[in-house]
């Protein structure tokens, strides 16, 4: 091959890109009925997502939990909570005085359980309750885990934004310095973690697509499918995931799902 056929690294990159997109779908596949470990495995050996609307609708869960239930099973037991201010847990955040961004990690403090679900409930349910704790508009920024994970919606719904791990060049890793919320005296404020290494961490943000792009953020294309009670996604390791909450009226104020990582 001549040298002037040799592809530079960025238009090889653009390339796989392209190409991986041509060659798959822009929507999830959807199954309504349960998948053979045969359909399964391919599933996982193309590391490709896939949901199952209602396979899990008959668990035990999705047909007895509310809030009834679960007090009823929790009441007098505390629970490990991690808490923001806004919601924003494990995300590139600028803090107050700042100009560049942190990993701003979460408060973590046990609390009674049905102090935690009387207030979870208020902030989904009350719309005038304060904007800046609303669990409502709770997110989870994009990122990826290392384990595969099938991930089970019980109550509310979840939306996902999907990206392949091929699309690292266009969501701008960065090395952020974290930091932690502590609780002080005019509520939870950040403070910076001594001794600790930078975070690399995903800092393009599909849904705000012209800021802190890289010049591949263009090519990317997300997959999003929302998940209704009851339905089940098998989300590959190591694939960017976004995810969002909400709440209908039958829903009580909250949001509930569950991982199965492996």
Excluded at 73 to 78: A, E, H, L, S
Excluded at 137 to 158: C, F, L, S, W
Excluded at 162 to 182: G, K
Aim: with cysteine; net charge negative.
């Amino acid at each position: 091959m001549s040298r002037t056929n040799v592809l530079s690294t960025d238009e090889a990159i653009e390339n796989l890109i392209s190409t991986f997109n041509e060659l798959n779908s822009n929507s999830i596949d959807e199954l309504h009925d349960e998948p053979s470990p045969l359909e399964f495995m391919r599933y996982v050996a193309r590391n490709t997502p896939f949901v199952i609307r209602g396979g899990a609708s008959s668990w035990k869960a999705c047909q007895d939990w509310n809030s009834a239930y679960l007090l009823s099973v929790m009441k007098g037991q505390n629970v490990n909570v991690a808490v923001t201010p806004y919601g924003n847990a494990d995300m590139p955040t600028i803090p107050p005085g700042e100009e560049s961004l942190v990993f701003a990690k979460p408060h973590y403090e046990d609390q009674p359980f049905e102090e935690l679900l009387e207030y979870v409930a208020r902030q989904g349910a009350d719309p005038d309750f304060p904007p800046d704790t609303e669990v409502r508009y709770a997110q989870t920024p994009m990122h990826k885990d290392n384990y595969e994970n099938i991930y089970v919606q019980i109550m509310g719904r979840k939306h996902f934004v999907l990206l392949p791990s091929l699309c690292h060049p266009c969501v701008n890793e960065q090395p952020l310095r974290p930091a932690t919320y502590t609780r002080g005296e005019n509520g939870m404020e950040l403070k910076m973690d001594s001794n600790s290494e930078a975070v690399p961490f995903a800092i393009w943000d599909p849904d705000k697509p012209e800021q802190n792009a890289t010049k591949f953020s263009h090519l990317a294309r997300p997959l999003r499918v929302t998940l209704n009670p009851g339905d089940m996604l098998y989300l590959p390791a190591m694939w960017y995931h976004k995810v969002l909450q909400s709440c209908a009226e039958e829903d009580e104020g909250f949001v509930l799902a569950i991982n199965y990582w492996y």
